[in-house]
């Protein structure tokens, strides 16, 4: 379960990097639900959220 929640995660950070679709839209697209739970996961994950890691990036 840990490899596909990396492999999405993954997935959603090249896809903030390389869209401008919303988090909520990049979540339900990566298969990690609520944009709540993507938030959550993504900061455990990247340390950062995926507002950030965009304004980051650019």
């Known amino acids: 379960m840990q490899y ?3 492999y999405r ?5 090249q896809m ?3 869209s401008d679709e919303s988090v909520t ?3 339900h697209a990566c298969g990690l639900g609520s944009s709540s739970y993507f ?3 993504f900061r ?3 340390k950062c ?3 950030e890691y965009r304004k980051r990036i650019e």
Do not use: R
């Not at 995660?9 to 950070?13: H, I, P, S």
């Open 44 to 46: 455990e994950y990247m």
């Open 49 to 51: 959220t995926p507002g």
């Open 4 to 6: 596909i929640q990396n």
């Open 16 to 18: 903030l990097a390389e």
């Open 9 to 13: 995660l993954q997935v959603a950070c």
């Open 25 to 27: 839209e990049i979540s």
């Open 39 to 41: 938030g959550k996961v």
